[in-house]
Every structure is written in structure tokens, then in C-alpha cells.
């Protein structure tokens, strides 16, 4: 059974009205600042349950923290993120299907899944800082 609960409606609302991907902690605060009484705890849990139904994308930022992003795309995809401002494309790879798909029956391996994020700078962001 699916626990459907009104604080895991907040999480998915909260995470589906930001643009890129964020931290548990950031959606907790914007959460807590509109009137929310939902705990630290519970935001961690929703976002681990969305994400294992797919229901949202969830990767490593460069600093190792977890964060998430509800996606338009349910399919097989990567993103491109602006480590600036946060800006997120999702992206299709062939190339990087077939390169994984290669190595990995090269050395024997099956079933072989992959997680590819390419972080940068976006053109807006990439402007800003030369402006300077
Ligand atoms: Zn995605
Ligand atoms: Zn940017
Ligand atoms: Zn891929």
C-alpha cells in the first residue's frame, strides 16, 4: 500500500515548484518559511520514498550531498546542472549508453546501470562571471 500522506504531498509540491535540484535541508527551509511544521526527518523520508518510485530524480551534488528534483522525463536520462544558480537540463546520452553498455560487457558485467550528471556552469551564469 502506498503511504499517501499530507506530508509527503507537501515534499512532492515543494520539490515540484523548484526549478533545479535541491538539497533536503533547502526544501525543508523554503517548507518551514511558508508555515510548515514538517520535521527535518520526514522531508529526508518523503524524498527517499519519491525517489524510489521515480517519482523524483535523486544524485550526488559535487560536495556529496544527496539532492532531488522532481523530473518531466521518467525515462533513462541525465542532466546538465549549473553548479551557480542550480539551472537543470535533462539530457539523453547515446553516446554514454553505448560506452557503458561496451565496458561493461568487455569485463563481463551485466545488468549494468549508470548515473551521469555533468555539472557547469550555464550560459547565463558562465556570462556573469567573465563580466566581472
Ligand atoms: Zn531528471
Ligand atoms: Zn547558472
Ligand atoms: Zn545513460
Known amino acids: 500500500m502506498k503511504r499517501n500522506t ?3 504531498e507537501a515534499v512532492r509540491e515543494a520539490l515540484a515548484s523548484n526549478e533545479g535540484f535541491v538539497s533536503a535541508q533547502s ?3 523554503g517548507l518551514r518559511e511558508h508555515g510548515s511544521t514538517i520535521g527535518l526527518a520526514t522531508v ?3 524524498l527517499a520514498d519519491l525517489a524510489a518510485e521515480g517519482e523524483a530524480d535523486s544524485l550526488q551534488s559535487p560536495e556529496g ?7 518531466s522525463t521518467t525515462g533513462h536520462h541525465h542532466h546538465l546542472i549549473c553548479r551557480r544558480c542550480g539551472l537543470t537540463v535533462e539530457i539523453g546520452a547515446d553516446d ?3 560506452w557503458a553498455q561496451r565496458v ?3 569485463h563481463g558485467f551485466t545488468d549494468a546501470r ?6 557547469g556552469l550555464c550560459a547565463k551564469c558562465s556570462q556573469a562571471s567573465t563580466a566581472r
Open 6 to 8: 499530507w506530508q509527503r
Open 114 to 119: 549508470h548515473v551521469v550528471d555533468v555539472f
Open 65 to 71: 550531498e544527496a539532492i532531488y528534483r522532481a523530473c
Open 104 to 106: 561493461a560487457s568487455e
Open 96 to 98: 554514454v549508453e553505448q
Open 44 to 46: 529526508y523520508r518523503a
Open 27 to 29: 526544501l525543508h527551509t
